[in-house]
């Protein structure tokens, strides 16, 4: 539930994500109890353990993702389709936590365009009960006195390699099986038996609150910044182990708790629920599929409530047939079932690969504009040399040489920031060839002397790249303007402040220029775009503005203006009124997401910011009280 209500995007679970965690520590105890037990019985046999995995995961996974695709097919423009394609064609076989790991992130933008996101977790656990019972045949048979010493090691060595792989690359943390074993071994360890039992209530229900409260504190405090999994995720794993631990030969106030009926039903209903609410919210979200015009809250408790709603008829009709024995036959008929199943899915997956995304089901002119979802912008941003965005290499792949080159006989002019000042270079760069714009740019790099002091494991990376600019670059070198342009929030507005000041103080001579928050859409504009072709509804993507980064750029622009700073609205330079310009004047998107620009983008706003630039400096002289700011105020 905790994960459910993190999708849905309500904000006071903003660690829910670590429901999954907790479920891994439940499949590792429950799935090695029933292994460890035949086993030691001589009664086990790979075959019927597959195959009770195939009746527990299969149908109400090939029913979600044969909707799913029914909805993709509805929905989808065909570049989405075809990533589309290959996420199904990934979640069919077990390994769309790969598939996920070599595309993005979890926390992401993109990731909530990824109706099969989900399934990453499915797939981590069936690459481990793949292995894990051979492994655990050959060790009894070989070793029997030392199974549980090498449970043991293994897991020792997955949370080093998690930890490890959180502070060098936390998308595979997140994503790989090695990084993510110890979690389900943890589960192992207690199936092992190899703890002992504590007798004494009092310790049993203090062991099994404390459980509960680790699992709480973790869904309440956490957030996408959190580094996860490796430290961190020991927080709500051990508070299930304690919970589990406590509640095997125990009747503790935590497993009374969960013993009650609705307990009991979400819980008999969990795996439905966990299927199938991930697809429902998405496709809510993204295009109002069941309902419109109801307010957020609302319609944030109205998708969990579905959720569990639409879990319980599939857990009903979908889950509970495949599980009678009058139903299940012989156990070749049901890997003949499951290939069966598997084998439409890929034909299915690989048809719409191979024709792009069935374009047939629009216009030329809508499958043209939808086509900009591919937009590549990596040559445009200079990625991987003056825009870093790779964990694994960090700052490290940062080329001074290239992007902090000093010309003599050229004004020199700084970009610093994360992508959003990234992919202003290619249009300022081509349109003022009389100037020189050195870049120092980075994927999630806010421009700001607190980014540059941040200690946390995820932003090392920016705190790097910041921590050179300001007090290596910047404070040292002789430059005509600083231009700073960031993703920016409510929360770094006092940030901007600091920063602005300590410029003033540091660089009297630059001329500092502020760039506001990018025109932002809740869905990416090549689709909106694409989908008001297809409507004949110009005013279509004026509705899908987001108010919020209009009202932010006022208040920035007053940060601005009470320093005297010159400032750039987007917003001023594209839009009136609550229409924005969204292309330029071939028709080329000015975005390619839901706000970075495309090389056209970036060419049409330097051609707007270079005629403002002709016009004198532009401030705002209104000044802003920041100490009373806060988010969502």
Not at 21 to 38: K, Q, W
Not at 129 to 155: D, E, G, H, W
Request: hydrophobic share 45%; charged share 15%; with cysteine.
């Amino acid at each position: 539930m905790p994960v459910v209500a993190f999708h849905a995007g309500i904000s006071a679970f903003s660690g829910g994500f670590i429901g999954v965690d907790v479920f891994f520590v439940i499949s590792g105890y429950l799935i090695s109890s029933v292994i460890l037990a035949d086993i030691r019985n001589n009664t086990f046999s790979l075959q019927k353990f597959y195959v009770r995995r195939v009746k527990r995961i299969f149908p109400a996974l090939f029913a979600m993702l044969a909707a799913t695709s029914v909805l993709a097919c509805l929905f989808l423009m065909p570049a989405e389709l075809t990533g589309y394609s290959k996420s199904l064609l990934s979640a069919t076989l077990s390994f769309s936590n790969l598939y996920f790991w070599s595309s993005s992130g979890y926390f992401d933008p993109a990731s909530d365009q990824q109706p099969l996101l989900h399934t990453w977790s499915l797939s981590v656990e069936e690459q481990f009960y793949l292995f894990f019972p051979l492994f655990l045949m050959a060790t009894q048979k070989r070793s029997p006195k030392s199974v549980n010493l090498i449970i043991i090691l293994l897991a020792l060595i997955s949370f080093i390699v998690s930890c490890r792989y959180v502070e060098s690359n936390p998308t595979s943390a997140f994503y790989l099986p090695q990084s993510r074993a110890w979690e389900l071994l943890l589960g192992t360890i207690l199936a092992l038996n190899i703890i002992p039992q504590v007798e004494n209530k009092v310790l049993n229900d203090t062991f099994s609150m404390s459980g509960l409260l680790l699992i709480i504190y973790s869904i309440f405090s956490y957030s996408k910044l959190t580094p996860f999994p490796g430290v961190y995720a020991l927080v709500p794993c051990i508070g299930t182990a304690l919970i589990i631990y406590t509640g095997k030969n125990n009747s503790t106030f935590v497993s009374k708790l969960l013993s009650v009926k609705p307990m009991v039903f979400i819980g008999m209903i969990s795996y439905s629920i966990y299927i199938w609410h991930w697809p429902l919210i998405l496709f809510q979200k993204n295009f109002s599929m069941i309902f419109s015009g109801v307010p957020s809250a609302y319609g944030k408790a109205i998708l969990v409530l579905l959720s569990i709603v639409l879990a319980a008829i599939s857990w009903r009709y979908i889950e509970q047939p495949f599980r009678r024995p009058a139903l299940q036959g012989r156990q070749s008929r049901t890997f003949v079932q499951a290939g069966t199943a598997v084998v439409l899915m890929m034909t299915f997956s690989v048809c719409a690969i191979l024709s792009e995304g069935f374009p047939q089901r629009f216009s030329p002119k809508v499958v043209q504009m939808a086509s900009y979802l591919n937009y590549d912008f990596s040559g445009d941003y200079r990625q991987g040399s003056c825009f870093i965005t790779d964990d694994s290499v960090g700052f490290k792949g940062f080329q001074p040489s290239a992007c902090l080159q000093l010309l003599h006989d050229k004004s020199n002019y700084l970009i610093i920031g994360d992508s959003f000042a990234a992919d202003l270079w290619f249009g300022l760069s081509n349109r003022n060839p009389e100037i020189n714009f050195l870049q120092a740019t980075g994927s999630g790099c806010k421009p700001t002397l607190k980014q540059a002091g941040s200690t946390d494991v995820i932003q090392r990376r920016c705190a790097q790249l910041m921590s050179f600019m300001f007090h290596d670059f910047i404070e040292k070198t002789a430059l005509d303007a600083i231009l700073i342009s960031g993703s920016w929030r409510v929360e770094d507005l006092r940030d901007i402040s600091e920063t602005l000041e300590w410029l003033k103080v540091n660089k009297p001579g630059a001329k500092l220029i502020l760039f506001g928050a990018k025109v932002q859409y809740d869905a990416p504009l090549p689709r909106i775009l694409a989908t008001s072709l297809e409507k004949g509804d110009d005013t279509l993507p004026g509705r899908h503005i987001v108010k919020s980064v209009r009202e932010l750029d006022a208040t920035i622009s007053q940060i601005a203006g009470s320093k005297n700073i010159q400032y750039i609205s987007f917003f001023n330079l594209l839009c009136a009124d609550n229409q924005c310009i969204n292309r330029d004047g071939e028709g080329y998107p000015l975005s390619y997401d839901i706000g970075h620009l495309t090389r056209w983008g970036s060419l049409f706003v330097a051609d707007r910011i270079k005629s403002l630039w002709a016009k004198g400096p532009v401030t705002v002289n209104n000044p802003v009280d920041i100490s009373t700011m806060s988010e969502g105020n």
